[in-house]
């Protein structure tokens, strides 16, 4: 009887690899259609998802030059709205920037030519 369990556990763990390789593969495949490259990311694959559509609809919108400030604020609000407060976005073609986040709450991308940084930080109450 082990040794069948021994079997059932490797094909499950094989057929586990096949479904994360496939998941892995579809990622990239939207990431090319969207023409996105992470430059790093703490941030769970869905959020990642949601941030690049969001900033590549915007981008989309925007007849001629890119507005920075508007995709910005559309990303913010975007998150704001479904993660709670406290998040912030920097959109540009060149910028620096230092930044402490909360875990699982940054991403830094681009989309064509623009970089867009999306972070969280903690919020804490203040002692009055």
């Given at each position: 009887m082990e040794g069948a369990e021994l079997e059932l556990e490797r094909r499950s763990k094989f057929l586990s690899s096949l479904i994360e390789q496939k998941k892995a593969k579809e990622h990239q495949e939207q990431h090319n259609k969207l023409n996105v490259h992470v430059r790093a990311a703490d941030m769970p694959v869905l959020l990642q998802d949601r941030a690049f559509r969001c900033a590549r609809e915007q981008l989309d919108s925007m007849p001629g030059k890119l507005d920075s400030k508007r995709l910005a604020l559309a990303l913010k609000k975007e998150f704001d709205a479904?993660?709670?407060?406290?998040?912030?976005?920097i959109v540009g073609t060149s910028f620096g920037s230092y930044v402490t986040?909360?875990?699982g709450g940054f991403l830094y991308f681009s989309i064509d030519k623009v970089y867009i940084l999306l972070f969280r930080t903690a919020v804490e109450p203040l002692d009055r």
């Open positions: 479904a993660y709670g407060p406290a998040w912030h976005c986040h909360s875990t």
